[in-house]
């Protein structure tokens, strides 16, 4: 007995419409002082709550009005760089306590500050990797049962390191490259992603210029790599499947100095070779003298579900004055702040409604999502030479 037509199309017609909450963001200004474009999250305290950081300082949660200094503090010139591009929490001796792994001017060595356990010591400094290119280096597991690895390019080649903390506290660095050695990682490299690609349940790697297949072995060298043009110069390239055929896609920015957002949809032939098709969210080249919306300097990405129905949404916006009041595109227009909604129908095609959170703080080289206030929905937190904000989803 066939199904009737109408209850049918009104069932995909629900499916592809579910109702979300409305969507509103209150913006918390840390510091309006320029610290750091990297910002990050863990319970320094170990009181139950999640605090904040940024640059010099950790903000105690809930309410993030009390600052704790990790290192001496330092206000940069908003037409010159900070020495913090990317931050990372997370508990590097095994002791227990949330660390601060810092990421500087690319090029140069990490570093990383060791939680005083609730004492009135002073954040120890200890070095990290040496020579950390990229502007997008990202922490993500790359080895199965192993902590997770830090992403970057050193000495012309692609890869990650790994660490191992040792009984008296020192943690040692070891880098595995994955790529022969080119010209194109150097220290200013831009685009860097990580994700399971061809579905084997290995984490492969994505850059600019195609992804890096990881092999059974991963210390297997080089890895094999699938040329695609996947941005000019991208920041954090995420890896997600966008319009629900269950097949990892990538969503980067075209150009993170000037414009363009995409999304490339991979295809899966039945010999399992993998090819692409490139879609717009953000025109490449935009139309200047257009009303329409158009963001310059999308210099960091991220993906959370923001409004609660279960798809994953963008979240990026602009990195004001990322080379200065002179450098880049349209520098001085206003610095904002955008989700994208991800909407999908029962044609499996897949579009974005760009929603506006602020117009006077924008991104830095960083954003982090996360439920801050433990309420259920996700926050968003940013670090630029606007200052440091919390914008918490009412």
């Known amino acids: 007995m066939k199904r009737p037509l109408a209850p049918l199309l009104l069932l995909l017609a629900l499916t592809s419409t579910a109702h979300t909450r409305e969507v509103r963001f209150k913006k918390i200004t840390l510091t309006n002082h320029f610290h750091a474009e990297g910002i990050h999250y863990g319970d320094f305290n170990r009181d139950g709550h999640l605090d904040i950081v940024a640059g010099p300082y950790w903000y105690a949660g809930p309410g993030f009005t009390q600052r704790h200094l990790i290192h001496p503090e330092q206000n940069h010139d908003p037409e010159q760089y900070s020495d913090n591009f990317i931050t990372h929490a997370l508990d590097l001796n095994n002791d227990g306590w949330d660390d601060v792994l810092i ?55 692609l890869g990650y390191a790994t660490w191992t903390a040792r009984t008296n506290q020192q943690t040692l660095w070891t880098f595995h490259p994955i790529s022969p050695k080119s010209r194109r990682f150097e220290r200013y490299t831009h685009g860097l992603g990580h994700g399971d690609i061809n579905g084997d349940g290995r984490t492969d790697l994505v850059e600019r210029d195609g992804w890096w297949e990881q092999p059974r072995n991963p210390a297997e060298t080089p890895w094999k790599m699938h040329r695609y043009p996947f941005a000019i110069a991208g920041a954090q390239m995420l890896v997600l499947d966008i ?69 994953p949404d963008l979240i990026t916006g602009k990195r004001y004055w990322a080379h200065g009041p002179k450098g880049d595109r349209e520098p001085d227009a206003p610095p904002v702040l955008y989700w994208f909604e991800l909407h999908r129908d029962a044609k499996g095609n897949a579009t974005f409604t760009p929603r506006k959170i602020d117009d006077n703080s924008g991104v830095g080289t960083q954003i982090t999502p996360v439920d801050i206030n433990k309420d259920g929905k996700t926050d968003i937190l940013v670090a630029n030479k606007k200052g440091v904000f919390l914008f918490l989803q009412e």
Do not use: F
């Not at 997008?136 to 902590?147: G, H």
């Not at 629900?244 to 039945?270: M, N």
């Not at 010999?271 to 692409?276: F, S, V």
């Not at 003298?289 to 798809?311: E, K, Y």
């Open 103 to 157: 990421c500087p001017q690319p090029g140069t060595q990490a570093y990383w500050y060791e939680n005083p356990r609730n004492t009135t010591e002073p954040w120890k400094k200890h070095p990290g990797p040496n020579d950390v290119g990229n502007e997008s280096q990202q922490l993500a597991p790359i080895q199965k049962n192993a902590p997770p690895s830090l992403i970057y390019n050193t000495d012309g080649h």
């Open 243 to 311: 319009n629900g055929d269950g097949l990892p896609d990538v969503v980067t920015a075209w150009h993170c100095h000037t414009y363009g957002l995409v999304w490339h949809q991979q295809h899966r032939h039945p010999t399992g070779a993998i090819t692409w098709t490139r879609h717009e969210i953000l025109p490449i080249k935009p139309d200047l003298q257009s009303p329409a919306l158009r963001i310059s300097q999308m210099h960091a990405l991220a993906t959370a579900d923001i409004n609660g129905d279960g798809l």
